[in-house]
C-alpha cells in the first residue's frame, strides 16, 4: 500500500482524479471501477471538469460500480444509479450502455450477482478501483466478517452504516437494510485499487489499516495484500498517524 497524503478534501480529490486521468491516458478502453458516497464526489467534479476543459473521452471506457441498495428502484433518487447518473455519467461522454452497476431490484439476486461478475470478466476485468472506506472498515458494503473469497452477492447493512448513510434520507427507516456489493475477492482482481479518505471521522479506521493485521474483522485491511494499492488520505484523515509513519507508509 503506498500512501499519497493530501492537505484536505480538494487536493485529494485532485490527486485521485489525476490517478484516474493517468488510467485512461494510459489505456482509453479502461474498465472503472466505481464508488458513490461522499469521499469519491469531489473526485467526480474534478474528472467532469477536466472533460470541459480537455476534453478527455470517456466513449470506449467502460465502468463497473461496487454496490447498489437493495429493494431501490434505478429511478429512486437515493439509488446508486441515480447518484452515478447526476454526478457522473450525465456529464461525460460515456455511453450508457457501458455503465454497470448492480440491480437493487432482480428477482433472481444469485443469477444478477453471478452475472455482473461474469461481464467484469467478459470485458477483461477492472483496471483500476475507485474505494471509499466506511468507518467500520468496510470497502463496497463488505462489512466486518465478510469472507475475503466472496464475489458479488447480498448483503445485509450494519447499523453503523445504515446510521452513516441516513444523511441522504429522510428517516433512518427509509435506508435499505440490504445491498448488493462486489465481493473482497472481485475487488483484489481488480489490477490497481485506489482507496480514498477524507476528514477527521475516518481517523481511527486508517490508523488501523495500517496498523492491524490482515483481518476480516477490518475488511479493507486485505488491501494489505493486493500488490498496487494507492491511498489518498488528507490531513485530517491522518491525523493519528504519526508524521514518521505518514513518510515510512509513502515509500
Ligand atoms: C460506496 C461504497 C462505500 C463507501 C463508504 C464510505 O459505493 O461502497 O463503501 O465508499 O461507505 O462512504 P463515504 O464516502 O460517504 O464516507
Known amino acids: ?49 477536466d472533460h470541459q476543459q480537455n476534453k478527455t473521452a470517456y466513449q470506449h471506457i467502460k465502468t463497473f460500480n461496487l454496490d447498489e441498495y437493495a429493494g431501490l428502484s434505478r429511478q429512486d433518487e437515493n439509488s446508486y444509479h441515480a447518484y452515478m447518473k447526476k454526478h457522473f455519467f450525465d ?14 431490484e432482480a428477482l433472481d439476486m444469485k443469477a444478477e450477482c453471478e452475472n455482473y461478475d461474469q ?40 447499523q453503523s452504516t445504515r446510521e452513516a448513510n441516513a444523511r441522504y434520507f429522510d428517516t433512518i427507516e427509509d435506508v435499505p437494510t440490504h445491498a448488493v456489493t462486489m465481493g473482497i475477492a472481485t475487488i483484489m482482481k481488480s489490477k490497481k485499487v485506489l482507496l480514498l479518505a477524507s476528514g477527521l471521522q475516518k481517523s481511527s479506521i486508517l490508523y488501523d489499516l495500517f496498523h492491524s493485521d490482515v483481518t476480516s474483522s477490518i475488511p479493507a485491511t486485505i488491501l494489505r495484500d493486493h500488490p498496487n494499492t494507492i491511498i489518498i488520505a488528507d490531513q485530517e484523515a491522518l491525523s493519528k498517524l504519526h508524521q514518521d509513519e505518514r513518510k515510512m507508509f509513502a515509500k
Open 119 to 158: 461481464k467484469m470478466e467478459e470485458l477483461g476485468g477492472i483496471d483500476l478501483q475507485l474505494l471509499g472506506i466506511g468507518q467500520n472498515g468496510h470497502i463496497g458494503f463488505n462489512e466486518p466478517g465478510s469472507s475475503f473469497e466472496s464475489k458479488t452477492h447480498l448483503v445485509a447493512l450494519e
Open 91 to 104: 456529464e461525460v461522454n460515456i455511453p450508457f450502455s457501458q455503465t454497470f452497476l448492480p440491480n437493487g
Open 1 to 49: 500500500m503506498k500512501l499519497i497524503e493530501a492537505k484536505d478534501y480538494h487536493e485529494m480529490s485532485m490527486l485521485a482524479a489525476e490517478v484516474i486521468l493517468d488510467q485512461i491516458k494510459e489505456k482509453n478502453d479502461s474498465v472503472l471501477g466505481l464508488a458513490t458516497g461522499g469521499t469519491v464526489l469531489g473526485t467526480y467534479q474534478q474528472l467532469i471538469l
